[in-house]
């Protein structure tokens, strides 16, 4: 066996995985970047997010997770709802601002302060310059450690900036992914 393969296996004697560690870790795994919005308008919030999946297609689910302490819960639980933002590269000051900690009673107040958003007709905030959005109707949250796994129904979708590059997050930086002029226009194309 490799040491590189002995590595990956399982010791004898384990030791905790230290929070750090696995942190920096999974943070060599490539995400895409959103920021869950939620909340009426005059207390509407969001926080940035990279674990976000699709979990099925019929019926149409998806899911995020959201940090015990994180501000959103309130909001989320009185709103019944809310809104997956993809990122789009150009985007990275907007992740940034909503990663921010805001403390209070209604921290979510001015937290679109100056960003182009909009409402559904269900009252949910919507990035208006997102590279797609998703809206969801809360289904199911299940507790996993220090966060909540919020699962939703997506009822309405929307890809306003088609074509611009997704922002990712890979080893602790933001960025956008470079894939090249019109690369998945020739995939779409040739199927």
Wanted: aromatic residues 6%.
């Amino acid at each position: 066996m490799s040491a590189a393969a002995r590595s990956l296996t399982r010791a004898e004697e384990t030791r905790p995985v230290e929070p750090l560690d696995l942190r920096r870790v999974c943070g060599l795994f490539t995400t895409g970047v959103t920021v869950i919005t939620t909340g009426p308008d005059g207390d509407a919030d969001g926080t940035t997010v990279n674990s976000f999946t699709s979990v099925s297609l019929e019926p149409p689910l998806v899911l995020f997770c959201l940090h015990h302490q994180s501000r959103l819960h309130t909001l989320l639980e009185r709103s019944g709802g809310f809104t997956v933002n993809f990122l789009s590269g150009r985007q990275q000051p907007l992740a940034r601002h909503f990663a921010g900690r805001r403390a209070g009673a209604g921290a979510g107040a001015g937290a679109f302060e100056g960003v182009p958003h909009h409402f559904t007709e269900d009252g949910l905030p919507v990035l208006s310059e997102a590279l797609a959005h998703l809206t969801c109707t809360t289904v199911d949250v299940h507790t996993a450690g220090d966060h909540d796994i919020v699962i939703g129904e997506v009822v309405e979708l929307g890809v306003p900036e088609h074509g611009l590059e997704p922002l990712i997050f890979f080893d602790g930086s933001l960025g956008p992914l470079e894939t090249g002029a019109d690369r998945f226009q020739h995939a779409r194309q040739a199927s």
